[in-house]
T-cell receptor, first 110, second 113 residues
Framework: QKEVEQDPGPLSVPEGAIVSLNCTYSNSAFQYFMWYRQYSRKGPELLMYTYSSGNKEDGRFTAQVDKSSKYISLFIRDSQPSDSATYLCAMSVGGDQFYFGTGTSLTVIP | GAVVSQHPSWVICKSGTSVKIECRSLDFQATTMFWYRQFPKQSLMLMATSNEGSKATYEQGVEKDKFLINHASLTLSTLTVTSAHPEDSSFYIC?????????FGSGTRLTVV
């Protein structure tokens, strides 16, 4: 069983839609949960970071962590064409060892 | 902001040859850098952790004699894929720790023919 599962998509939505991206995981020791955004030919950049369970909001982006279900989500409100990218979830028990999802490719159509 | 420059962005090499990939931290000193690879439809997997001035630490299953890592300065780490074979074709990406955060390079697509 993979440590982290993420639907690779691709996901295509119209501009203005609400996007929901999800990951599930198997290791209950994970405490740190990240979402990275990766544009074509660029490296991943940190979008959201959450410690333990709960919600975190930053502008149009909301990250949710449900440790009881081992499930994390990223919501994008009022999606824009500039949000078109690959979104990677990543998690860690602490320290430098990250476990990544495979990434979900998102296209927002104008 | 923190920038990590990775070169080349893509490379094609013949089987049996060696390829060197460079990662430079442009505006900060990176005492620790990480090397990942990603095979198609799979996730980024940590290969090794390199610390400036010391030997790299390799993850289980990664051949240290095949993937040579050098971190001779605080701004440069290199990964050399020696005697490359088609199964080494992958996306290689470095990351540098800066404070509590991590900055990724843009990655190198290696194709071995």
């Amino acid at each position: 069983q993979k440590e982290v599962e993420q639907d690779p998509g691709p996901l295509s939505v119209p501009e203005g839609a609400i996007v929901s991206l999800n990951c599930t995981y198997s290791n209950s020791a994970f405490q740190y949960f990240m979402w990275y955004r990766q544009y074509s030919r660029k490296g991943p950049e940190l979008l959201m970071y959450t410690y333990s369970s709960g919600n975190k909001e930053d502008g149009r982006f909301t990250a949710q962590v449900d440790k009881s279900s081992k499930y994390i989500s990223l919501f994008i409100r009022d999606s824009q064409p500039s949000d078109s990218a690959t979104y990677l979830c990543a998690m860690s028990v602490g320290g430098d060892q990250f476990y990544f999802g495979t990434g979900t490719s998102l296209t927002v159509i104008p | 902001g923190a920038v990590v420059s990775q070169h080349p962005s893509w490379v094609i090499c013949k089987s049996g040859t060696s390829v060197k990939i460079e990662c430079r931290s442009l505006d900060f000193q990176a005492t620790t850098m990480f090397w990942y690879r990603q095979f198609p439809k799979q996730s980024l997997m940590l290969m090794a952790t390199s610390n400036e001035g010391s030997k790299a630490t390799y993850e289980q299953g990664v051949e240290k004699d095949k993937f040579l890592i050098n971190h001779a300065s605080l701004t440069l780490s290199t990964l050399t894929v020696t005697s490359a074979h088609p199964e080494d074709s992958s996306f290689y990406i470095c990351s540098a720790r800066r404070g509590d955060g991590y900055t990724f390079g843009s990655g190198t697509r290696l194709t071995v023919v």
